[in-house]
Each structure stands twice: as C-alpha cells, then as structure tokens.
C-alpha cells in the first residue's frame, strides 16, 4: 500500500520521508500505523477469516467513535489509535477515505477465504479505488488542495502505485491464496483461472504481471502532472514517488515480469538517482527505459 513511511515496515514509495512537510507528519505517520494495523489483521498470523473480520468491524467501529469523539472509545482505544484521534482533531482529517481502506482489507480477508477471484480490469480498478486511492486524498487534505483535477490525477497515481505492488508481490500474494490478476487476462494469456496457480504456464503468469504495469503506467501518465498543482516540498516528495514508481516498473519489466521467482524492490541507494531525475526531468519530461516492447508502453505526456 503507498502510504509513505521509514517505521515499522518497508515500503517502496516513502511518504513520511525528508521531503515530507514536518507539519504533516505526525498526521502521516498516524495513519500509516493504523493503515499496517488493518493490514496485518487482514494478513499476518493464523487466525480464521471470522476472526480477522470481526477485529476490523471492530476497528471500523472504534474508528466511528474517535470521529464522534466518544470519552469511552477513546479511552480504550489503543496508543496508535489516540494518536490519530489527536491528528484527526489537529488537521480535521475526514473519515470516509479510512473507512475504505477497512472495506479493501475486508474484501481481501473474504475472497482469499472463499477463492473468489477478479474477474476482469473494471473489479480489479474497484478494489484499487478503495485500498489506494484514499491514501493520495488523504495526503491531499493535509495539502489544503481540494481541486477536482488534482484530485482525479491523485486517484490515478496512487491506483498506479498499487498496481505496481500487486506485481512485485504476486510471490508473496500467492502464498496466502490470494491473486489479483483478473480471470479475464488469465484467459487471454492461455491460463485455466479455475486450475491451480501451480499449473499455470510461467508465460501466463508473468504477461499477467505485465499487463499490471502497463496498466500502471496508463495511470501514471493520467497523474503525472499532480506536482503541478501541489506547493512546496510535498510537490518534489510527489516528483520522486512518481520517478520511483517509473524506476519499479522498469525493474519488473527488465525481469520479464517474473517477479515470484525474486521481488524487485526499491533501495535506500535508488535515492540519489531519484531525487536527481526529480530535480532534472521536470512532471512534464519523465525519464523511461526498459520498456517492454509486447505491451502498450507509450511515453508518458
């Protein structure tokens, strides 16, 4: 998930960064925390579906609670919690966008358990619409900026960025019996989707992955002008997450989107290439190399 941050876990696109306004991050880095505590109940140990579903319905209802500024909610709530109570009071964050963050998590903790699978782009751009986008307009309350263009390249971006997770960590989603490559493209590319993952033909697999950053890119380019509109230092933090994402997306592709067999990621030492193409390549000239030449891989605007 692209909320930005150096605690806890690693992430790829760091919005809780150097660049990140010191006004905002404490805001940031409280609802990063809450974000990684719904995602590890949807995600980590061995509880059952029922049981992960019922810790989110819970943390949705305590979240209700902080908003209504319930005395009894918050005095329960846990430290993580209280601190985005506090942000919340202090930046007047709205509750919608984490709202649909839980409902993503929810959904994925349901599918993964019955096996449901996307069925094709429009289900899978439905999901990122909840478990990305709330992110970027989030980020764009504490901006002050409200504008409907901003806003739908800021949608762009961030489902942008999801789709790049989901194809580095298709490895890591396996796993835990969850694919977000839509039945859809598996067809297309000669895979039974109703067969097991392990039978499926490694080319299937990895043109799945491709079309995920082909269909990344179409984002970016829809979002790339978002610094634009966006003052100070949080419009070079969005320069360099845009940069680092191209970076990604060449990285997948340079393995022919084979991702399972190794995770290409992001590196502290990626840092000092990306804040120069930042500074050198402005919003409207973005560096691309490595593009692959079977998909639709047009250079952004």
């Known amino acids: 998930m692209p909320f930005a941050s150096a605690v806890d876990h690693y992430e790829n696109f ?3 960064s150097v660049l990140c306004p010191p006004a905002w991050r404490g805001a940031v880095v409280a609802m990063y925390r809450v974000a990684r505590m719904a995602d590890d109940i949807a995600d980590e140990g061995d509880d059952p579906p029922g049981v992960r579903l019922q810790a989110l319905a819970q943390l949705r209802a305590t979240l209700a609670g902080l908003w209504a500024d319930d005395t009894a909610t918050l005095a329960a709530a846990a430290p993580a919690l209280r601190a985005l109570h506090e942000q919340r009071q202090r930046h007047a964050l709205p509750l919608a966008p984490l709202l649909d963050l839980l409902d993503a998590f929810e959904q994925d903790v349901r599918w993964t358990a019955t096996g449901r699978r996307y ?3 429009a289900e899978l751009l439905d999901y990122c619409r909840r478990s990305a986008n709330p992110v970027g307009r989030l ?6 900026v409200r504008g409907a ?3 739908a390249q800021s949608d762009a971006v961030c489902t942008a960025l999801q789709l790049l997770n989901m194809a580095q960590d298709l490895g890591v989603d396996l796993s835990r019996g969850r694919l977000y490559l839509p039945r859809s493209w598996l067809l297309a590319a000669g895979a039974d989707p109703d067969a ?3 039978t499926w033909p490694p080319p299937a697999l990895a043109h799945g992955v491709l079309q995920l950053v082909a269909l990344a890119r179409q984002h970016l380019r829809r979002g790339w002008g978002l610094p634009l509109g966006v003052p100070g230092r949080f419009g070079w933090e969005l320069r ?3 940069h680092a994402a191209l970076r990604l997306a060449q990285r997948i592709e340079a393995q022919g989107g084979r ?6 990621r992001l590196h502290w030492h990626d840092s000092p290439l990306l804040l120069w193409r930042a500074w050198r390549h402005p919003v409207h000239r973005p560096v691309e190399t490595n ?3 079977c998909l639709d891989q047009r250079p952004l605007p």
Request: charge should be neutral; proline fraction near 17%.
């Open 14 to 16: 760091p919005v809780a």
């Open 149 to 151: 263009e901003a806003v």
């Open 139 to 144: 980020m764009l309350h504490l901006a002050g």
């Open 119 to 121: 069925q094709d782009e």
């Open 259 to 264: 991702t399972w067999l190794r995770r290409p």
């Open 196 to 198: 097991p993952p392990a």
């Open 240 to 242: 360099v997450v845009l």
């Open 291 to 293: 593009r692959h030449p």
